[in-house]
């Protein structure tokens, strides 16, 4: 009896992604998470545009912009309401900001309890109580960051402490001023974990700008808080070396005027 021997199979053809309107999204990498990258970007650079968007997370500006009616529709950002630009025609593009509602989503859950926990500390130990917690949390930080911000320059320093920020959290950047009299860069917070606390303690913003002085070694200027309803924090930082007030590292290598 003779068998028929079975013809092999030819190979699967590959399964090829779909085209899409943008870069091949690879499998796990959701609109979800594109979306939240999309929002953390704008919590960082904002106001920033759809097409300044697309260049930083090469995708096309159709691509972003569907995911910025998504996220305008669900409240987490906002379009920036700036005055006319001189000298400029024809119609502004949209400039995006994180919102209130943005704010609370990266922050996570806890912002309840930790205001809870904060009046609690009030009623019992008073608004002194507040703000020594506020002092020694930023104490602390000053003593973790300390190390690290080894430039010779206050705008240095500032980039420094800004990469540290964004690191625990606040999607900080540096930003020069154009203008002013006094050489000066801008410390811009995108996003502040503890908004909600310090909308009600203030104590939190006046620690935190304190420690920042301290960091850089020159007097700093808050312009503006997330808190205070601004879109970010905002702190002036001159940049002149005009009698700089010593940072942690002076202080810990004895370098101060009048102790050599």
């Known amino acids: 009896m003779t068998t028929t021997q079975a013809a092999p199979h030819a190979p699967a053809a590959p399964v090829l992604p779909v085209a899409v309107d943008g870069p091949y999204v690879a499998p796990g990498d959701t609109d979800g998470t594109t979306r939240r990258r999309v929002l953390e970007l704008v919590a960082a650079e904002?106001?920033?545009?759809?097409?300044?968007?697309?260049?930083?997370?090469?995708?096309?500006?159709?691509?972003?912009?569907?995911?910025?009616?998504?996220?305008?529709?669900?409240?987490?950002?906002?379009?920036?309401?700036?005055?006319?630009?001189?000298?400029?025609?024809?119609?502004?593009?949209?400039?995006?900001?994180?919102?209130?509602?943005?704010?609370?989503?990266?922050?996570?859950?806890?912002?309840?309890?930790?205001?809870?926990?904060?009046?609690?500390?009030?009623?019992?130990?008073?608004?002194?109580?507040?703000?020594?917690?506020?002092?020694?949390?930023?104490?602390?930080?000053?003593?973790?960051?300390?190390?690290?911000?080894?430039?010779?320059?206050?705008?240095?320093?500032?980039?420094q402490l800004a990469a540290l920020l964004t690191d625990d959290g606040y999607a900080a950047s540096v930003r020069p001023v154009a203008g002013p009299l006094v050489p000066t860069v801008q410390l811009c917070q995108g996003h502040c974990p503890v908004q909600h606390v310090a909308e009600e303690f203030t104590e939190l913003c006046e620690a935190e700008a304190k420690a920042f002085s301290q960091l850089l070694g020159t007097h700093v200027q808050r312009l503006a808080t997330i808190a205070g309803g601004a879109h970010a924090c905002v702190t002036n930082v001159p940049t002149a070396l005009t009698a700089p007030t010593p940072t942690p590292a002076d202080r810990r290598g004895g370098t101060q005027e009048g102790t050599r």
Not at 93 to 102: I, K, P, Q
């Open 46 to 159: 904002g106001p920033v545009t759809a097409a300044e968007l697309a260049a930083t997370l090469g995708l096309t500006s159709a691509a972003v912009r569907r995911h910025l009616g998504v996220l305008e529709d669900e409240g987490t950002i906002t379009v920036h309401e700036a005055g006319p630009s001189a000298g400029r025609r024809g119609r502004p593009a949209r400039r995006y900001v994180v919102s209130t509602g943005g704010q609370s989503e990266l922050s996570g859950g806890y912002s309840e309890l930790a205001v809870q926990v904060m009046r609690h500390l009030r009623a019992t130990g008073g608004s002194d109580a507040v703000a020594r917690f506020a002092a020694e949390r930023y104490d602390t930080v000053v003593r973790r960051y300390a190390p690290h911000l080894t430039a010779a320059t206050p705008d240095e320093r500032a980039a």
